[in-house]
């Protein structure tokens, strides 16, 4: 098919990963929605956060790690901080630096909303066999390698 030909939007592989994307983490983002009035954004920096808590991270490495929109992330940070959910400190070694780290207020949040994401994911793993599953995380890591050699 030409380039310039219209494209089909529902075999095209970056709109079939959004769509499936947004829909999986749409079923577990109404609960914590609900529930702690979170955005996804507001998700994803606490469970980030809680992964790299030995450390602390700044606010650039935050947005890093997400791999998310620095405005989107600065956001989200700014309406955790407000809340209590994150805190934000100066770190010891370069004034100049902050680092965030969770709240006992966030991770309360992270306490109740990773062990249902977790759930989440293995009930949706639960329809790959092991051969599958193993082959998706394959294929998922060599999709997002190339995606970030091709914008380094």
């Avoid at 592989?13 to 955005?39: M, W």
């Avoid at 790690?65 to 940070?77: F, H, I, N, P, Y």
């Avoid at 407000?82 to 010891?92: E, I, K, Q």
Wanted: charged share 30%; net charge positive; aromatic share 4%.
């Amino acid at each position: 098919m030409p380039d310039h030909a219209p494209l089909q939007l529902e075999a095209f592989l970056p709109y079939r990963l959004s769509i499936l994307s947004n829909t999986v983490s749409q079923a577990i983002a109404r609960e914590y929605q609900q529930r702690f009035h979170l955005g996804m954004t507001e998700w994803r920096v606490i469970a980030v956060l809680a992964r790299y808590d030995a450390e602390g991270l700044s606010a650039r490495e935050l947005a890093e790690r997400t791999a998310m929109d620095k405005v989107a992330v600065s956001r989200a940070l700014a309406r955790l901080i407000a809340a209590g959910r994150v805190l934000r400190r100066t770190h010891r070694g370069d004034k100049r630096r902050s680092v965030l780290r969770l709240s006992a207020r966030g991770w309360a949040i992270h306490a109740v909303v990773a062990p249902r994401a977790r759930a989440h994911e293995r009930q949706l793993l639960a329809r790959l066999d092991a051969d599958e599953r193993a082959c998706l995380t394959r294929i998922l890591d060599k999709l997002l390698d190339a995606s970030t050699a091709n914008h380094a």
